[in-house]
């Protein structure tokens, strides 16, 4: 069996973040070569992260940025709070992040193909679950293309947004304000129109079923539908919301104040916790 030099053990570690105890066996088991090394290593995170598929990722850290007129959001998932603070961890994610700005790719699948570290993001954060012991997936993904993206961070790392402006020349408290609004209020489109009809068909049916259970006459129970309807899209629209702010005007009003040509052209929102 070769010698196993701490230099090499160091090496090895560096290079793929794993313990300095499973660098050593992984230097063993490949008889001192550091490229079968790497491919031990490599299948003990695919072998940890296929024995905890059906395990539930239900923490991690979310992350969002603006690049030019691009953003982008990336939610990196694992099993424990401990590993979702880690400082490593956390340096992952914005890894991936700055490879998806840096590439703009069209979905998630795309993002997880694209080259890092001379592997895929996919293999990276494979290899990272055997590192950590726990299981870790790209949870989310997704991006926002517009003359002025705003962002939100929330100081948790678990909850981000974005927010798409028509103009370059937002008002930087204005366009904030609606990016912390999306991340409170949780919206579902930009406004009522934006609303799927099958979203709007749904609550009207729940509608009907709770006037129904309530004894309420049959010959208004639609009307009383249409009115639960009337709510749902005030209160899960961003521009027909109450302005978090400001309960006394919408979030389309405190627009139109800043600038009566002022559109919102789409956002995201992701929260771990969701």
Known sequence: MAEI???????????TGA???????ALQEANGDFEKAVE?????????????????????????????????????NCETDFVSKNEDFIKLVASILDLALENKPSDLEALKALPM??????DVVTERSGVIGEKIELGYYDFIRAEKVQVYNHFSNMLSTLVGFNKADVDE??????????????????????VP??????????????????????????????????????????????????????????????????????????SVKD
Do not use: H, W
Not at 19 to 24: E, I, L
Not at 117 to 122: E, F, I, L, Q, S
Not at 173 to 194: I, L, R, T, Y
């Open 40 to 76: 031990v290593l490599r299948k003990k995170g695919q072998a940890i992260a296929s024995k905890r598929a059906d395990r539930e990722a239900s923490e991690g850290n979310v992350q969002a940025k603006v690049k030019g007129n691009f953003g982008a959001i990336v939610a990196l």
């Open 173 to 194: 408290q204005v366009a904030k304000d609606v990016a912390m609004q999306v991340a409170a209020m949780s919206p579902v489109a930009v406004d009522k129109d934006d």
């Open 19 to 25: 313990g300095m105890m499973d660098c050593k066996k």
């Open 5 to 15: 030099k701490s230099a090499d053990v160091v090496k090895l570690r560096k290079a």
């Open 117 to 122: 570290d001379g592997k895929t993001v996919a």
């Open 197 to 270: 009809a099958e979203v709007i068909a749904k609550e009207k049916e729940l509608g009907r079923e709770k006037a129904l259970q309530e004894g309420k006459p049959e010959n208004i129970v639609d009307r009383i539908a249409e009115g639960m309807v009337t709510k749902f899209l005030k209160d899960n629209t961003l521009l027909n919301q109450e302005f978090t702010k400001d309960a006394k005007k919408t979030v389309g009003q405190y627009l139109k104040e800043s600038d009566k040509d002022l559109k919102v052209t789409g956002f995201k929102r992701y």
